[in-house]
């Protein structure tokens, strides 16, 4: 975020850069509240990961949205809405992720929960780590605003492939049922 157009302190920065995890912190606890009354991941997750691109439009702002300025009350409260749906999306994702392994007949062990948290982490910190250096070398060519516009590519990856699983889990579900038939006429030679 540009937030050094604003002209104002370095303490108003550090708090305005404090709303995202200020407001993930809140988040993450309300949206794991809702998830645990058997509300659907899934739904939540898209939602989430679309409201999340559709807040990046707003960050920089995008310079295709030529008739939204850049103003400190839109920073501040899309830094904040950066926060709410990434806990959405996270939260959402972790319950995915624990409730399928269930479904695969993974236990309830200790060495599950070590397994899954080492593979939810591990992109996380690759994000972390990948991240600045991919925006910073967006930022340098192309801009903030444009540099926030092509992040929103990165974003919708997750969705692309959590919409092409759906897709696969549906075809299998409600594939023909000819296709199903286990019945084959086997022919043997002489």
Not at 8 to 33: E, K, R
Not at 162 to 186: A, E, G, M
Request: hydrophobic residues 50%.
């Amino acid at each position: 975020m540009s937030v050094f157009q604003f002209n104002i302190s370095q303490s108003v920065i550090g708090v305005i850069y404090a709303t995202c995890p200020g407001a993930y912190s809140v988040s993450c606890m309300v949206s794991a509240s809702i998830l645990e009354r058997n509300v659907p991941a899934v739904p939540v997750l898209v939602t989430g990961i679309c409201c999340l691109a559709i807040d990046f439009l707003f960050i920089g702002p995008a310079p295709i949205l030529s008739f939204v300025e850049s103003t400190l009350w839109l920073s501040i409260l899309s830094m904040g809405l950066v926060g709410i749906f990434t806990a959405a999306v996270v939260t959402s994702a972790v319950k995915y992720i624990f409730k399928q392994a269930r479904n695969l007949g993974y236990d309830n062990s200790n060495s599950t929960f070590g397994l899954l948290s080492g593979l939810i982490q591990s992109p996380t910190y690759f994000g972390s780590f990948i991240g600045p250096l991919l925006g910073g070398a967006l930022t340098e060519h192309f801009g903030f605003a444009w540099a926030m516009t092509w992040s929103i590519l990165v974003i919708m990856l997750p969705l692309l492939l959590c919409c092409t699983l759906i897709c696969f889990r549906s075809w299998h579900v409600w594939q023909p049922s000819i296709l199903k038939q286990d019945n084959y006429v086997t022919l043997e030679g002489n």
